[in-house]
């Protein structure tokens, strides 16, 4: 008996032995599947490096070596076509949110009247300024209706049975004044 019993206990010290190493074997694995889950960072705009737009100089460079460096401009300033604007961001998406933004660079080129490049400036994240939602709400014309006007209003303008000559449920009965439609007017007494 002492020969089974020591048999059954290795046994059971061997698959304890087993399973931990099993359990730490898969410890890596369960660990680089979070990786998984972490947010993937998406560029967006035009990235531009910093040794792109540092081999263009102010007073030399024209708008086709800024266009054969650089590429198109994300934007244009609104009433000024001599100043382009180029817009990066990394984003990194947030769940039931907006993306975070983790990097943002924003180059802007002002040229001259000939197409010379007069200044170059970059500006990052920290020259931003947060603009907030107004929280107002814009008037619209109208009159207000409550929900009971809304429920009541449309009662007695639609009749299916008046197109085929019936005169149940109105439409040319004593309460009637044109018909269905009516054009707003609802029923009234003569």
């Given at each position: 008996?002492?020969?089974a ?38 560029p967006?705009?035009s990235?531009?490096?910093k ?5 263009l ?18 934007s ?11 817009i ?13 933004i ?7 080129l ?8 007069r ?8 020259d931003?300024i ?8 814009t ?20 009749n ?9 449920g ?21």
């Open positions: 008996m002492n020969s019993s020591s048999s059954t206990t290795q046994s059971g010290t061997r698959r304890i032995r087993s399973l931990g190493l099993t359990g730490l074997a898969c410890v890596p694995l369960l660990l680089g599947g979070c990786a998984v889950f972490a947010p993937i960072p998406e967006r705009g990235l531009i490096e040794t792109d737009y540092a081999q100089k102010p007073g030399t460079s024209t708008r086709s070596d800024v266009l054969d460096l650089l590429g198109s401009p994300t244009h300033a609104t009433f000024n076509d001599n100043m382009w604007i180029y990066s961001m990394i984003t990194s998406p947030t769940p039931l949110g907006f993306p975070s983790d990097k943002q660079q924003v180059v802007v002002n040229f001259d009247n000939a197409g010379v490049l200044k170059l400036d970059t500006l990052n994240r920290k931003a947060r603009v907030g939602m107004v929280g107002e709400t008037p619209a014309p109208g009159t207000k209706t409550s929900v009971i006007q809304e429920l009541l209003g449309n009662v007695g303008k639609y299916p049975m008046s197109g085929m000559g019936s005169t149940f109105g439409g040319t009965g004593p309460m009637s004044n044109q018909g269905t439609g009516q054009g707003g007017a609802g029923n009234t007494l003569p």
